[in-house]
């Protein structure tokens, strides 16, 4: 097979996901919706248009893909309003995890049987409430800012929420990740996270002092992003190879480091040109290059359906509920809960790497793929609604 093909398939790929993406976001969905049809459309489900013998090369670049999406996912953190939002945020953070991982392990469980702590079938349950727990707030954050409530209480809680949500998420994936490998045990995967993270504060620290010297000698210069995406792959790599943690957390980390420079929105604009124009386009398009059909059956479909009506509902409640005794209002608390549900890239990311691991098969990237869909059309609406209800009331006491 001549090397030159590959050339063809990229150019397949990126036209068609680029496309399909515009065309999601014509009906008010996410982008990557677009891009994951897209590579459903040109992969062996439908049309089959990319060769077999280049998919582990699209998978590697897929890889890097992501890994430049958790950079800039940690890279677009507020710190000091993470730090600020205080007790109440994190809070809804640990429910709208805990919740979810739990229902999902045992929906799981109810479908293909419970099983023994440590035994596969255990760690592929427990994985399936990993996914669960991830919360993409983009689609919220646009429909709050349309309906002008962004600043409100609840939004603030919401976006601080979510983002202390994806940060313990990462963490549930690491551990879940690292139990599954047959030498490693519950004690040692804890102590190579504390470890890591350790080294990553410490580390961290120096390393933003020596680009925040940088950053005053180079300002808005182009070596400031370069040094920055080699600093996030050689984080991943660490995290990786001597501490067994994923490598997206690693590079997410690297961008929680550097997300303080005064140059942080330079650096996310740079990183996000070839995100956007290459990379990421890959890595959702390559999602639906991996989804496969041939095994759904009865049972597969019900599960798909479960699995997107209770990752829903478990935020509403984890979320909710913790919201309602935090003393918000009813229907504060409701919001909240209903602003936390929406799935995006970072459950798409915790997939890619069950799927890496042999935690997950490629059928169930279904599931996933439809609560997006789903949590993404509904949030929007189902708040809108909410909001234009409460405001009729105000109106009417007034």
């Known amino acids: 097979m001549e090397s030159y093909e590959v050339l063809k398939d990229l150019a397949i790929i990126l036209f068609t996901a680029k496309f399909f993406g515009v065309l999601a976001r014509k009906f008010k969905a996410p982008q990557v919706v677009g891009q994951i049809i897209a590579g459903l459309l040109i992969g062996p489900c439908l049309l089959n248009l990319i060769n077999p013998n280049q998919t582990e090369f699209i998978a590697k670049l897929a890889e890097i893909g992501v890994i430049i999406l958790m950079f800039e996912v940690g890279i677009e953190t507020d710190l000091k309003e993470l730090i600020k939002t205080g007790p109440v945020a994190f809070l809804i953070a640990c429910a709208g995890v805990f919740v979810p991982l739990v229902m999902g392990t045992i929906l ?129 790599y660490v995290a990786e190879k001597y501490f067994g943690i994923a490598d997206i957390t690693g590079a997410y980390i690297a961008g929680v480091v550097l997300c303080s420079l005064s140059d942080n929105e330079y650096i996310e604009r740079k990183s996000d040109v070839i995100s956007y124009m290459f990379f990421g386009p890959i890595f959702f398009a390559n999602i639906g290059l991996k989804t496969s059909f041939d095994a759904m059956d009865g049972r597969l479909f019900a599960f798909c359906i479960c699995f997107v009506l209770v990752a829903l509902i478990a935020k509403i409640v984890g979320c909710g509920l913790t919201s309602k005794l935090c003393r918000y209002s009813m229907s504060d608390s409701f919001k909240i809960g209903v602003g936390m549900m929406t799935r995006g890239e970072v459950a798409l990311i915790v997939s890619q790497k069950g799927l890496a691991a042999g935690l997950l098969t490629a059928d169930y990237f279904a599931a996933v793929i439809l609560l997006i869909l789903v949590s993404s059309i509904a949030t929007p609406i189902i708040l809108k609604l909410l909001y234009t209800r409460d405001d009729k009331k105000s109106g009417a006491a007034a």
């Open 108 to 236: 799981y469980m109810c479908f293909y049987g419970t099983a023994p702590w440590g035994s596969e079938n255990f760690y592929k349950a427990v994985f399936i409430g990993t996914i669960m727990t991830a919360t993409s707030v983009s689609i919220t954050v646009a429909s709050l800012q349309e309906l002008g409530k962004i600043k409100s209480k609840v939004g603030t809680t919401i976006v601080s929420a979510a983002i202390i949500d994806d940060v313990i998420g990462i963490l549930v994936l690491t551990f879940v990740i690292g139990l599954k490998n047959p030498a490693s045990r519950p004690v040692t995967v804890l102590l190579q996270t504390v470890a890591f993270f350790i080294v990553a504060i410490v580390g961290g620290y120096i390393v933003f002092k020596v680009f925040s010297t940088l950053d005053k000698r180079y300002p808005h210069t182009r070596r400031i992003p370069i040094v920055s995406l080699a600093f996030c792959f050689m984080l991943s």
